[in-house]
């Protein structure tokens, strides 16, 4: 009898994956009163961006989910010296949202190999969502 499985082989990088998913309504309660700590979360741009927004706390939460999409991804996790400002959201040539890294999460990034990143963010009135997929090179390559 011959099998019916099959195996997908290809010359892609291997592909690292991160999900976040986040009740705009906690972040709300978590950042309205607390200056510093959205501060310690978000950097200036960031902030700037999401004050401009109708809903602040939707575009908050939607930046959250993503920083920790990127973490996720990673396989770390904010750990060691990486912090919440290494992972930026801003603003492309035309217009369209950018990831950046910087600090000790970019080096962590270039360590395992990360040469490429994709990701996607969506929202509802409750929920924010951000998914991060990461492109990194096989060990020798």
Do not use: C
Request: overall charge negative.
């Amino acid at each position: 009898m011959e099998s019916k499985e099959k195996s997908f082989e290809s010359g892609l990088q291997p592909l690292k994956v991160g999900i976040d998913l986040v009740e705009i309504g906690k972040i709300r309660k978590l950042f309205e009163y607390r200056r510093t700590l959205r501060e310690s979360i978000f950097t200036p741009e960031e902030l700037r961006y999401s004050w401009e927004q109708k809903n602040p706390y939707t575009s908050l939460a939607v930046l959250f989910a993503v920083k920790e999409a990127l973490f996720k991804a990673l396989g770390t996790g904010l750990s060691g010296k990486m912090d919440w400002h290494d992972v930026e959201m801003g603003k492309g040539k035309e217009g369209m949202p950018v990831l950046r890294l910087g600090g000790e999460t970019a080096r962590v990034a270039e360590e395992i190999g990360v040469v490429d990143h994709a990701f996607s963010l969506s929202h509802t009135k409750d929920y924010g969502i951000a998914i991060v997929l990461l492109a990194a090179m096989e060990a020798g390559e």
